[in-house]
């Protein structure tokens, strides 16, 4: 009996184990085809990498997707194994690469949808602060060119950033950052708000005195001056009576007279001990605002906290003190002050300014008298008798006599820097009177004596009064003589040249600014400078002109991207698009990489702001300059 059921049973194993190989036979088969496929998908992606990012994407992500599908659809294969244990690559790569590439990919691919996205895109390359200063940068640009939503959106990613970071360092300075954008944008509730988190002491400081600077309490009529006083105790000795200052200004100039005398009242705390001269400065600054609104005995109990650390510094704060008084009109005071100093320096000098004031006022022979008590050795008496001989005087025979004595007397200055300004206001009375050689060669003995100044500071401020007046008298030859003597690795230079190219260009001077331009040590960086002046002033031939000159790629790709936000606004679209375009060719040509990434995120700032598309003859262009920056 038993042996009629062995064969069937047998059969049947046999049968269960050809079915289970079969079914191995077939997972094996499946797994390795989708590992085929996964491989063709990288060599597609591969090749199209530096062709289309976007391309690449597609391809990366239909090969991650089938990997993954081997892993959890046939586990058991040997095939899922090695791809789960990174023991198998897919042609050039490995798995942990092709994890890497599609994300990368993706964020390129979104990149090349507009230049929106491509500035968000060259932003996340850079560190955590700066991508928040970046982000707030651009949507200062956007809110100009009236893209509210995306400004809204930029703003509000910075914040969350803010809110989420761990370093305490960072977290302040980005609500520095933001505190500072919304009050640019007299979004006073929300600069406060972020004031009140702020935790160290110096950008609180800041963010209080950006606030003020912007407008707040003038804008609300010296209402809500309490939000801001309540951070008074929390700063130190010096920025406390800074800010002090800059609210009781407001505060008066507002009709708040009451509230800004309280904040005095309140009196401020003795200084840190290695801060003293600042300390000091502050209170002169109080001084000198109490002064400006005419509040004499207030700005005497501000000096009189000055005494006891600095006696000179009282002095000057007092003389300048005596001299507002004089311009509000109360000579007696004025004089009374002044004739009390000590020291005849102070008393000399505080003097020729009372008798400018009394001028002012049509009291010229009180003012005459009062100077004839000035020695003449006194520097500040010569400087007065010229701004009176500048004064529409009664009768012009006055006028030219003081004119005669001081003329005489610049020569005896003590102080290169005294008789070049000297002989400049010299040839200011001139120019004045339309006596052109006179004032010719009054600018030519402040140049002789400008010579003799060695400080770059005083020597570039002063050359460029020089070559104002030469301008001023139809000379550009002249001016662009002295500005040879420009230290143009300084500083004030950087600073001054914008001003310097305004002044030249709205005299119709344009070959000037362009040669001066020209000179200087960082020729494309002033070109630059040039065609940002030409379109502050609403120009447009000039700089279409001038930004394909500028030889140094970096600086003509920003030149072509403003150039092309103002075409688009002031000519046409099809116009700035072309600029738009060339702006990226130039790019191109840039070799240094961080460079060429930063000329980049400008160029694509501005133009996303201008409403610029990427069409298909910029997107090529594009793809290729994030493969060179990315590589």
Known sequence: MKVRFILPITILLMHSTFLVQCGKVDTDREANRLFVEAYQQTELALQSEARDPAEAHAHYRQALEK?????????????????????????????????????????????????????LYLIDFEDVEERALRRLSYAAILKRHGQNSLHDELVHQVRRQ??????????????????????SQSQWDQSLQLIDRLQDRELL????????????????????????????????????????????????????????????????????????????NALARLSSVLA????????????AQIVNFDSDYADFALRDLSVTIARYGDLEEALGLAEAFERPYFRNTAFAGIALEMARRDSVAQ?????????????????????????????????????????????????????????????????????????????????????????????????????KRW???????????????????????????????????????????????????????????????YLEQGMISQPSELAYEIRNYYWRSRA????????????????????????????????DRAEKRQALYHTVSLLSAAGINMDRDRRPLVIELIGHIDS
């Open 67 to 119: 990997i993954e599908s081997i892993i959890y659809k046939y586990p058991n294969t040997s095939v899922a194994v090695d791809v789960a244990q990174h023991r198998t690559r897919i042609g050039e790569i490995t798995i942990g690469d092709l994890r890497n590439k599609v994300p990368h990919f993706a964020a390129k691919a979104d990149a090349l949808e507009s230049f929106h996205n491509l500035t």
């Open 162 to 183: 803010a809110d989420r970071h761990w370093d305490r360092q960072v977290i302040d300075r980005l609500y520095y950052e933001l505190s500072g954008h919304h009050a």
């Open 205 to 280: 400081f800041g963010s209080l005195d950006h606030l003020l600077e912007s407008g707040y309490l003038r804008d609300r009529s010296g209402r809500g001056y309490l939000d801001v006083a309540a951070y008074l105790d929390y700063l130190d000795p010096v920025n406390r009576i800074r800010l002090a200052g800059r609210l009781i200004d407001d505060l008066i100039a507002t009709g708040n007279r009451p509230q800004a005398m309280a904040i005095l009242q309140e009196g401020f705390p003795a200084p840190e001990e290695n801060n003293v001269l600042d300390y000091v």
């Open 292 to 303: 400006g609104h005419g509040e004499v005995g207030a700005s005497k109990s501000a000096i």
């Open 367 to 467: 003012a005459l008298s009062l100077l004839g008590q000035i020695p003449d050795n006194i520097d500040e008496k010569t400087e007065t008798m010229l701004e009176l001989a500048g004064m529409d005087l009664d009768g012009e025979s006055l006028a030219d006599s003081l004119l005669q004595v001081a003329v005489s007397r610049i020569q005896t200055l003590d102080s290169p820097i005294a008789r070049t300004s000297s002989h400049i206001q010299l040839a200011d009375i001139h120019i004045r009177h339309d006596r052109r050689s006179m004032a010719a060669e009054a600018m030519e003995e402040a140049e002789r004596h400008a010579s003799g100044i060695s400080d770059p500071e005083n020597i570039n401020k002063l050359l460029t009064d020089i070559i």
């Open 471 to 533: 301008i001023s008298l139809g000379r550009p030859d002249r001016a662009l003589d002295i500005a040879a003597w420009y230290h143009m690795d300084h500083p004030s230079f950087r600073a001054g040249m914008p001003d310097m190219f305004t002044f030249a260009i709205q005299r119709g001077f344009h070959d000037f600014a362009r040669t001066l331009a020209g000179i200087t040590d960082d020729r494309a960086r002033y070109m630059h400078v040039l065609v940002s002046v």
């Open 560 to 591: 072509l991207a403003q150039l092309s936000t103002e075409l688009k606004i002031k000519v046409n679209t099809a116009t700035a698009e072309r600029a738009a375009t060339d702006a990226l060719l130039t790019i191109q040509r840039i070799r």
